[in-house]
């Protein structure tokens, strides 16, 4: 299965075949950042793994091979629905900041406009603290 190594100075990713980045020639650093992309028994398994050498990202992929074969690799939850977090994080904190009118309008134009695309999608990253943050 395919291993992409990730190039640290122009951002490009490019298999473990070469040894250099095809775009800007750089060489492959011995310890970096590389995806994973594994295909087994109708199971697609993509990993993104930072500050690891290309031999302990082989030998993962092969764990990772033996454990679906096995039947026992299972992935983490991606992440909370859209629909979820809009009603547990986002209005719960926008009712202090925003008019009782404008806060309506903006519930309105979810439910029209966004939740029919967005509610079942997941969130793979969201920190709330961040969100208060901005806030002020």
């Known amino acids: 299965m395919p291993i992409y190594a990730w190039c640290p100075?122009?951002?490009?990713?490019?298999?473990?075949?070469?040894?250099?980045?095809?775009?800007?020639?750089?060489?492959?650093?011995?310890?970096?950042?590389?995806r994973i992309f594994i295909q087994l028994e109708k199971k697609t398994v993509k990993k993104l793994i930072s500050n690891i050498s290309l031999a302990d990202v082989k030998k993962l992929e092969t764990i990772i091979k033996q454990r679906i074969i096995e039947g026992i690799y299972t992935e983490k939850p991606v992440g909370i629905e859209f629909?979820?977090?809009?009603?547990?994080?986002?209005?719960?904190?926008?009712?202090?900041?925003?008019?009782?009118?404008?806060?309506?309008?903006?519930?309105?134009?979810?439910r029209k406009y966004i939740s029919p695309f967005l509610a079942d999608k997941k969130i793979k990253r969201y920190n709330t603290k961040r969100h208060r943050k901005n806030k002020g």
């Open 83 to 110: 629909n979820t977090f809009v009603k547990q994080y986002y209005l719960p904190s926008e009712k202090n900041n925003k008019k009782p009118e404008s806060l309506r309008r903006e519930i309105e134009l979810y």
């Open 9 to 34: 100075n122009c951002g490009t990713e490019y298999s473990i075949k070469h040894t250099r980045c095809p775009k800007c020639g750089t060489p492959r650093p011995r310890v970096g950042r590389f």
